[in-house]
């Protein structure tokens, strides 16, 4: 699907608006609408600091398992760098805001800012560290470099969902985080 908006060009994969529509209707607590608005506030805080570095949005894509937020003209190191901190301190400013009245809107925001950290491919944290290998070394070192993080990433959140899930006989939000992991890991080209 395919939207204009305020000059930004949207594009919302259909198995994005259908993965959202299920949760939101299986979810009853509204817990999962609190997880997607902890995520736009996330997508937003990179924009503002676009704006703010005087980089032009073109476009914004959602997909299944990522957002991309495409510009005009690509940024300098120090922009690219605080367009991709943008995100996560978005999410601590809310946590911060909101934790102190309802933990059901402020945990997931923390929660979302300390994942976006990791540095794993297709997340800022992963962002952060290709930005700091590629001013080091060759382009496909950094991406051996960044496949091998997130497998090691996905081997660690694997091996703790999986005690996670025995120990406590229903969480299985590890397990879940690091599917995540491994298809960005096959599915990223």
């Known amino acids: 699907m395919k939207l204009r908006v305020a000059k930004i060009d949207l594009v919302i994969g259909y198995e994005a608006i259908a993965a959202m529509t299920a949760v939101l209707l299986l979810d009853r607590s509204n817990r999962i609408l609190c997880c997607f608005l902890a ?13 703010i570095c005087g980089v032009r ?3 914004l894509k959602l997909g299944l398992f990522d957002v991309l937020i495409s510009a005009d003209e690509p940024p300098t190191v120090r922009a690219d760098v ?5 995100g996560p301190l978005a999410n601590f400013f809310f946590a911060a805001v909101f934790c102190p ?6 945990l997931p925001h923390l929660a979302l800012g300390i994942f976006n950290l990791l540095p794993v491919m297709s997340l800022d944290g992963g962002h952060l560290l290709y930005i700091y290998l590629s001013r080091k070394l060759a382009p496909r070192t950094c991406e051996i470099i960044m496949r091998a993080v997130t497998f090691a990433f996905f081997l660690l959140l694997s091996t703790a969902g999986i005690c996670l899930l025995f120990k406590s006989g229903y ?8 599917l995540y992991l491994i298809a960005v890991l096959f599915l990223k080209k």
């Open 39 to 51: 995520a736009l506030l996330h997508e937003l805080g990179h924009i503002l600091v676009m704006k």
């Open 82 to 86: 605080l367009i991709t901190l943008g």
């Open 171 to 178: 969480n299985y939000s590890l397990l879940l985080i690091s």
């Open 101 to 106: 009245f309802s933990l059901t809107l402020g």
């Open 57 to 59: 949005v073109r476009g």
